[in-house]
């Protein structure tokens, strides 16, 4: 058995399970180191295990039939890939990888639904965290319909802010453009914006974070309620104080 302990782990979803929850997948866990660029998820493809991550951040991409791409969900210590499986869908189409590399545990896909079966409240959790997923979805919806482009940057800084929890946060400008659905040159003015603020410091494939609250202000209501959401329903907060 391995000696994975639920009081030290990492991942906030594990720490919230019931303990008998916890007690079923701690033999099938394994630690492992999660590269940049790692598929957690392969579009199409049905899923052998989920990650639930310690470190790094995973995004979730959508892609069109004629490959247009746009990140539609992160991924950190507060979440699980393959979130999917709970709906009872063997695959998806969208991708998800490895932004920021980390590490995380790794559970057969078997063992997991077999702990969610036996364990209702696990189950019902486990649904209020897909419910999150739905809602951080929505709101990434509205803030590109009703949002302009320093306020969605902004929220995007402070969602990758709070589930990296480091003020450097290992982002290009070329991920900052799919996760934006803008152009490259379009996400350096926008940089430049939030540097001018001293909200922000970018430097190559890095973006380090000056003054979050001045990023909670540029975004304003863009952000927020989902990350609410989550601490009511986890009974977790994802931003540690």
């Known amino acids: 058995m391995s ?36 598929e957690l998820v392969a579009p199409d493809v049905p899923n052998d295990v989920v990650y639930f991550l310690e470190r790094g951040l995973g995004s979730i991409v959508a892609t069109s039939s004629d490959d247009e791409t746009v990140e539609v969900g992160h991924i950190g210590y507060e979440g699980m890939s393959g979130a999917h499986v709970l709906l009872k869908v063997p695959k998806t189409p969208n991708k998800t990888f490895m932004q920021a590399e980390g590490s995380g545990l790794s559970v057969p896909t078997t063992v997991f639904l077999n702990m969610v079966k036996q364990v209702p409240p696990a189950n019902d959790l486990l649904l209020r965290y897909v419910h999150c997923c739905e809602l951080q979805l929505a709101h990434s919806a509205l803030a590109n319909a009703r949002y302009n482009m320093p306020e969605r940057l902004a929220r995007w800084l402070l969602i990758c802010h709070d589930r990296l929890q480091t003020d450097d946060l290992p982002l290009t400008h070329e991920f900052l453009s799919i996760m934006l659905g803008v152009r490259r040159s379009g996400v350096t003015n926008e940089i430049h914006i939030l540097e001018g603020l001293h909200a922000i410091k970018a430097t190559r494939g890095n973006v380090k974070i000056v003054n979050r609250q001045k990023l909670e202000d540029v975004a304003g209501g863009a952000y927020g309620i989902p990350e609410l959401e989550y601490e009511q329903y986890i009974g977790i907060p994802i931003r540690k104080a």
């Open 3 to 38: 000696d994975f302990s639920q009081s030290t782990v990492s991942n906030l979803l594990l720490r919230a399970l019931p303990a008998d929850a916890f007690d079923l997948l701690k033999p099938a866990m394994e630690l492992v180191d999660l590269p940049l660029r790692f």
